[in-house]
C-alpha cells in the first residue's frame, strides 16, 4: 500500500514554455500532498503543501505565480512550472500521506527529472 | 544552527559489518522521526519512523531516539552493497518533514 506515482518522469523542454507533473495516489486517498525541488547532491527542499479543495501553502522563497499547484481531487496533485528558465532544471518530487494509517509519515513519488534547455 | 544535521560522509564499512548513522536536530519538541534511503537519481523511500525513546527494530534496521540529547541513529546490520545509497534524516515540525542533508554510505565487498 501507499504507492505514490508521478508522469512524466522525465521531461525536457525549451526556456519560456511551461511543464505539469502529475502526483497521485494510488491505493489510498491524500488530503495533503507536498511537493519538493531536490539539485543534485543537495537535500530535499519543501516547495509547497498542496490541499484538496484549498489553495497551497508555498514555503519562503518559492514563487506561487512560477509554481502553480492544483489539488482537484484526492487522489491528484498537478505542479505546474511556468515559463521554465535553466535555473529551474532540477529534480521535482511529490510526496502524500496516507492519512486513514498514519498522519505523519510521508510517502514519496519516483520524481520527474526536469531539464530547460 | 541546522534543524536537522547529519554528517554527509562517505561512510564506508565493510560487507557484513554494522553501519551507523547519527542525526541531531533542534527543536526540542520535535515527536516523530524519520529515515529514508535515496538511492542515486531515485526519490527516497522510507526505511522506518520512531516515535518513542529507545530502539525499534524492522529486520536488520534498528532506529534510536533519544529525546533528552535531541539524537536519533539508524543502524545496518549486516550490511549489504545494495545499502549503498544517501539516508536521509527527517524531523516532523507541524505539517511538514524537515531533511537533513543525508549522510552517504558506501558498503565495499
Known amino acids: 500500500g501507499a504507492v505514490v506515482s508521478q508522469h512524466p518522469s522525465r521531461v525536457i523542454c525549451k526556456s519560456g514554455t511551461s511543464v505539469k507533473i502529475e502526483c497521485r495516489s494510488l491505493?489510498?486517498?491524500?488530503?495533503?500532498m507536498f511537493w519538493y525541488r531536490q539539485f543534485p547532491k543537495k537535500s530535499l527542499m519543501l516547495m509547497a503543501t498542496?490541499?484538496?479543495?484549498?489553495?497551497?501553502?508555498?514555503e519562503q522563497g518559492v514563487e506561487k505565480d512560477k509554481f502553480l499547484i492544483n489539488h482537484a481531487s484526492l487522489t491528484l496533485s498537478t505542479l505546474t512550472v511556468t515559463s521554465a528558465h535553466p535555473e529551474d532544471s532540477s529534480f521535482y518530487i511529490c510526496?502524500?500521506?496516507?492519512?486513514?494509517?498514519?498522519?505523519?509519515?510521508?510517502?514519496f513519488g519516483p520524481g520527474t527529472r526536469l531539464t530547460v534547455l | 544552527q541546522k534543524e536537522v544535521e547529519q554528517n554527509s560522509g562517505p561512510l564506508s564499512v565493510p560487507e557484513g559489518a554494522i553501519a551507523s548513522l547519527n542525526c541531531t536536530y533542534s527543536d526540542r519538541g520535535s515527536q516523530s522521526f524519520f529515515w529514508y534511503r535515496q538511492y542515486s537519481g531515485k526519490s527516497p523511500e522510507l526505511i522506518m519512523f520512531?516515535?518513542?525513546?529507545g530502539d525499534k527494530e524492522d529486520g536488520r534496521f534498528t532506529a534510536q531516539l533519544n529525546k533528552a540529547s535531541q539524537y536519533v541513529s539508524l543502524l545496518i546490520r549486516d550490511s549489504q552493497p545494495s545499502d549503498s545509497a544517501t539516508y536521509l534524516c527527517a524531523v516532523k515540525r507541524t505539517d511538514k518533514l524537515i531533511f537533513g542533508t543525508g549522510t552517504r554510505l558506501q558498503v565495499f565487498p
Open positions: 491505493d489510498f486517498q491524500a488530503t495533503t
Open positions: 520512531i516515535y518513542s525513546n
Open positions: 498542496s490541499n484538496e479543495g484549498s489553495k497551497a501553502t508555498y
Open positions: 510526496s502524500a500521506r496516507d492519512e486513514e494509517r498514519d498522519t505523519d509519515t510521508q510517502y
